[in-house]
């Protein structure tokens, strides 16, 4: 006679199918990992989110790059996500439609939000991959004529800065940019 538990899960599911790519069961599971990383919290702090990030990378420091990620997500600034802003950063992150893919990869590399992505700003973003995923180079050289050679192929007027427009014409034909944030996870 006793009650079985209820799974508890987001109270706005409808409307989160809409703004998403996720299925009501996508969307349950992705609920449980917030709750579980926020410690059953409302929200996920910068710290929280690191935290799990780390967790799928094995052998490398994903730190900086999940910190870029954080950024992109948390649309109102506040250094926290709900679960709300945790769903829509996935769905992007994940899209498979190409102009979502573009717009997100270009807040990942611009970092200060000013729209546009300055050398320093590609170059801290590449940083970060080849740490997470642990790669052994001699990275200051490497990173740096990877940057210069992606910066001088990209930022067409050669301004020294890649606006959007600049960015997705040049993923559109190299997708090099774009696929260098696909990660994949080598969970722990």
């Known amino acids: 006679m006793g009650n079985a538990p209820t799974r508890q899960g987001p109270d706005n599911i409808e409307e989160l199918e ?11 599971v992705l609920y449980d990992n917030f709750n579980r ?7 996920v702090t910068k710290r929280d989110f690191i935290k799990g990030y780390r967790k799928t990378f ?9 910190e870029n990620v954080f ?3 948390d649309t109102d600034g506040n250094e926290k996500l709900d679960f709300r802003e945790f769903l829509v950063g996935l769905s992007c992150k994940s899209a498979t439609d190409l102009q979502t893919k573009i717009e997100w990869s270009f807040r990942v590399y ?15 973003v590449l940083h970060s991959i080849i740490r997470m995923y ?8 490497a990173v740096a004529k990877m940057t210069r050679d992606l910066y001088q192929s990209v930022d067409a007027d050669q301004d020294k800065s890649i606006s959007f427009d ?6 559109e034909q190299n997708s090099v940019l774009l696929d260098l944030l696909q990660t994949k996870q080598t969970s722990r």
């Open 18 to 28: 809409q703004i998403c790519n996720f299925s009501r069961d996508e969307i349950q």
């Open 110 to 124: 611009d970092r200060n939000g000013d729209g546009f992505i300055s050398r320093q700003e590609m170059s801290s």
């Open 71 to 73: 950024r992109t997500f």
């Open 58 to 66: 094995d052998g490398g420091d994903a730190r900086k790059f999940a």
């Open 37 to 43: 990383m926020s410690d059953g919290r409302s929200t």
């Open 134 to 141: 642990g790669i052994e180079c001699n990275i200051p050289e």
């Open 166 to 171: 600049e960015f997705k014409a040049a993923v």
